[in-house]
């Protein structure tokens, strides 16, 4: 079964950084895809970011496009949500997920990670 641990997450000022990890077990599929969401107390859960395995491609929420960088170190089995210029509005629980597939759809996920919290302080 698909494991993921995430890590990384605290306290933070606004305009600072911070690394989040993701890492990974028992994804034995040829394609598949792993991403970052966040979800704010009363909001539903969003999309933030998403690495396909078969090619390397990236995708970016608007929110985030410029300031967040994800990337995937196959020899460790870890994702990484790299987090810079942080603002108060990125204060979030952020949860790392596996997906069929190389689009990170959630129609298609195998596992939700059990979140790591970011707060950005003002």
């Known amino acids: 079964e698909v494991q993921l641990v995430e890590s990384g997450g605290g306290l933070v000022q606004a305009g600072g950084s911070l690394r989040l990890s993701c890492a990974a077990s028992g994804l034995r599929f040829a394609d598949y895809s792993l991403g970052w969401f966040r979800q704010a107390p009363g909001k539903e859960r969003e999309g933030v970011s998403c690495?396909?395995?078969?090619?390397?491609?990236?995708y970016y929420a608007d929110s985030v496009k410029g300031r967040f960088t994800i990337s995937n170190d196959k020899a460790k089995n870890t994702v990484y949500l790299q987090m810079n210029s942080l603002k108060q509005e990125d204060t979030d629980v952020y949860y790392c997920?596996?997906?069929?597939?190389?689009?990170?759809?959630?129609?298609?996920?195998?596992?939700w990670g059990q979140g790591t919290l970011v707060t950005v302080s003002s």
């Open positions: 690495i396909s395995s078969s090619d390397g491609s990236t």
């Open positions: 997920a596996a997906f069929i597939g190389s689009r990170c759809r959630t129609g298609y996920l195998l596992r």
